[in-house]
């Protein structure tokens, strides 16, 4: 048996062809030409789990896979592995292959956030640049794991640089990240919105409101905070 054999033998073609909408995966979409066999994300962590000492060359390969669940498989192996600077690396190396939000935000802040934890966080200001949308989802979404641990700066900055963004996908994922300051520090998410609410796009906002009364929730969403 191999990793490919094993979440070959799970494949449902119905859930495939659920996952192909559900990923946007229609010509110009987001996801456009990914290709799913039809597993739930708790079914890919058992196979990931299973598989977790396989070389990192192999994890790399499976990476590489046009099937989308290969990808997600290999994403988690590496999550489920000791976090090295070595699997960071190839983590960056191959942010091309990690090319859905699934992807991301299964894996963006196990590993590169944990391990720029206590380190220069310089490289998600650079991600933050891309043109990829998803090495900038990678950027947002890598600051939970100091947002785990109280240290809101680097989310509400990137929130920041990032409100202006074209896509919706980026919305959702900023949105939430803001929501998560205001879980930990409510009054550090209302500083950041009393400043910056008016010029954020509409579902970014409602992602960031998520959490407050619903009197309060109508009060920003009618510009009247």
């Not at 659920?18 to 196979?47: A, S």
């Not at 206590?118 to 650079?126: G, N, W």
């Not at 407050?212 to 969403?221: C, G, T, V």
């Amino acid at each position: 048996m191999s990793v490919q054999s094993d979440l070959q033998e799970l494949a449902d073609k119905k859930r495939a062809k659920l996952l192909q909408w559900y990923f946007k995966t229609g010509k110009g979409e987001y996801g456009d030409g990914d290709i799913f066999i039809g597993l739930t994300v708790p079914q890919v962590r058992v196979i990931a789990k299973k598989y977790r000492d396989l070389p990192l060359g192999d994890v790399e390969e499976l990476l590489h896979n046009k099937i989308h669940e290969y990808r997600l498989t290999a994403v988690i192996i590496l999550t489920y592995k000791k976090l090295t600077k070595e699997i960071v690396d190839l983590y960056l190396k191959n942010t091309k292959h990690i090319n859905n939000w699934d992807l991301v935000d299964l894996s963006s802040h196990a590993i590169l956030g944990t391990y720029l934890f206590d380190k220069p966080r310089t490289i998600l200001y650079k991600l933050v640049k891309s043109k990829n949308i998803w090495e900038r989802r990678i950027a947002v979404i890598s600051t939970f794991a100091f947002l785990r641990a109280g240290d809101i700066s680097d989310s509400l900055k990137i929130a920041e640089l990032l409100r202006n963004d074209p896509h919706d996908l980026m919305h959702k994922a900023v949105g939430w990240m803001l929501r998560e300051v205001g879980k930990r520090r409510e009054k550090a998410l209302i500083d950041f919105l009393a400043e910056q609410y008016k010029q954020m796009p509409r579902i970014m906002l409602r992602y960031a409101i998520e959490k407050f009364s619903p009197a309060r929730r109508e009060k920003y969403l009618k510009g009247m905070i």
